[in-house]
């Protein structure tokens, strides 16, 4: 167990006396007074990758846009604006949330395929002075988007979302960036509409935006994505654009599985080096913005769930948790795997076990075919890196209250999001 937060390099998670800490909490004390499931995060692993994205980027004007559809709890928002970051967001409700954490306008980027005509109007008016870009990702969304603009009496700064047909090699649910995706414009797409871009007078298009997937391994098809996208900046700049800055997007790769050697993290001095080589000399009022998700929220997390049951049947075991799908759906969805450890270290034995929830479906699990220590009902498991992706893809699905959420700074925890009650769930019905 110990070998598997080393592996996955998860400073802030330790054992002390047996006994697991997140920084210097004792995670089965906050089980005890906070109830299971029990999302708990680690200040310190949120602000780590942050601080060291922002040493890698400082040669270049820059903002970091943390991509909140990862993790958007009010008070993380907050944190992070606290230490210099921006937001990355795709809808209405994400707008709204950057409002509530008193985000500013110029610190906000929002991408999206579908986005309505009320939340392009939203991030047209945020706080009166708009965002610093809406990264238009169809022809039709311009066209409504030039409406919105002359209606409102407003100027728009906008990207356009090009997808360059690059394989990110990520599952293939996490992929964005090849043209058969829905994602963003091809080339042609784009070099058509600027040919007519008369039609859009109050839109000003001031560069290109870029997602080619999500936890991504390889530096390659970044790098290729990212020099594709400046030869194409330095095309439009010829065509008279007013080009002044690009989106890179997010997607470098954690790692969740301690034994997959195939999961090799890049690292972060490496990225930022690839971005500052390729854009330093696009003149010094450019600006780049990148949207990291997963690299901030990945490892701040854990789930802790209790064991409820366990079944034995044919020389396998089921352990039956209180955390299920309808709280972390990612091995359900993506096959996801996700290290799974007990609160307390009690012997070295292990058995071939399912972990598996109280969910009224097969795919209700947490992890397949481990060894996992031998455990008992009552015991406090910690299941890792779940602090992206976790909360925000949670559901009230078999009608389960969400459940709360805890910051940890030091040898401090706070409720950031008090659990739902029976009562929440039946809101509005
Ligand atoms: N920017 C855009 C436009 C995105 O669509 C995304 C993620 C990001 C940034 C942040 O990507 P990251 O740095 O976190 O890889 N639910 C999946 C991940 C879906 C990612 C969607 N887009 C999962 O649990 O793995």
Redesign the pocket.
């Known amino acids: 167990m110990k070998q598997i937060l080393k592996k996955l390099k998860l400073n802030h998670l330790q054992y002390q006396n047996n006994q697991l800490f997140i920084e210097n909490v004792n995670v089965s004390a906050l089980a005890k007074k906070h109830g299971t499931p029990l999302y708990v995060y680690s200040e310190h692993a949120f602000l780590n990758p942050l601080k060291e994205l922002q040493k890698a980027l400082q040669p270049l004007s820059y903002t970091i846009c943390f991509?909140m559809?990862?993790n958007s709890n009010l008070q993380i928002l907050k944190l992070l604006k606290k230490n210099g970051c921006g937001i990355?967001t795709?809808s209405g409700g994400e707008l709204f949330r950057c409002e509530k954490a008193k985000i500013p306008g110029k610190d906000i980027v929002l991408?999206?395929v579908g986005k309505s005509e009320s939340e392009l109007k939203y991030a047209l008016n945020y706080r009166d002075t708009g965002i610093r870009s809406i990264?238009v990702e169809s022809e039709g969304e311009l066209e409504l988007l030039q409406k919105i603009a002359k209606k409102e009496k407003k100027k728009v700064k906008i990207a356009l979302r090009f997808n360059p047909n690059i394989n990110a090699k990520t599952?293939p649910?996490?992929s964005?960036g090849l043209k058969k995706e829905k994602f963003g414009l091809d080339k042609n797409e784009i070099l058509n509409l600027t040919k007519k871009w008369h039609q859009f007078p109050d839109l000003e298009l001031q560069g290109l935006?870029i997602?080619i997937?999500?936890?991504?391994f390889e530096m390659k098809p970044l790098k290729d994505a990212f020099l594709e996208t400046k030869n194409f900046l330095l095309q439009l700049k010829e065509r008279g654009f007013p080009i002044k800055m690009v989106d890179l997007?997010?997607?470098?790769?954690v790692k969740y599985d301690a034994s997959n050697n195939k999961e090799k993290v890049m690292s972060i001095p490496e990225y930022g080096k690839v971005i500052c080589s390729i854009f330093k000399n696009m003149g010094k009022d450019f600006h780049v913005c990148i949207?990291?998700?997963?690299?901030l929220?990945?490892n701040a997390g854990i789930l802790l769930t209790k064991v409820l049951y366990e079944k034995k049947r044919g020389g396998k075991s089921f352990l039956i948790i209180d955390g299920s799908m309808s709280e972390l759906i990612?091995p359900a969805?993506?096959q996801?795997h996700h290290e799974i450890i007990p609160a307390i270290l009690q012997g070295t034995k292990t058995q071939n076990t399912d972990v598996v929830g109280p969910v009224c479906e097969s795919g209700d699990f947490l992890a397949l075919d481990r060894d996992f220590p031998k455990s008992r009902p009552n015991d406090v498991l910690a299941v890792l890196s779940a602090g992206?992706?976790g909360m925000t893809?949670s559901s009230h699905y078999n009608t389960r209250p969400k459940p709360a959420e805890i910051l940890v700074s030091k040898n401090k925890s706070k409720v950031i999001r008090k659990r739902e009650t029976y009562e929440d769930l039946i809101k509005g019905e």
């Open positions: 991509a559809k990862s990355d795709v991408s999206g990264n599952h649910y996490l964005t935006s997602h997937g999500s936890q991504i997007g997010g997607g470098l790769g949207e990291p998700g997963r690299t929220s990945g990612r969805l993506y996801a992206a992706y893809m």
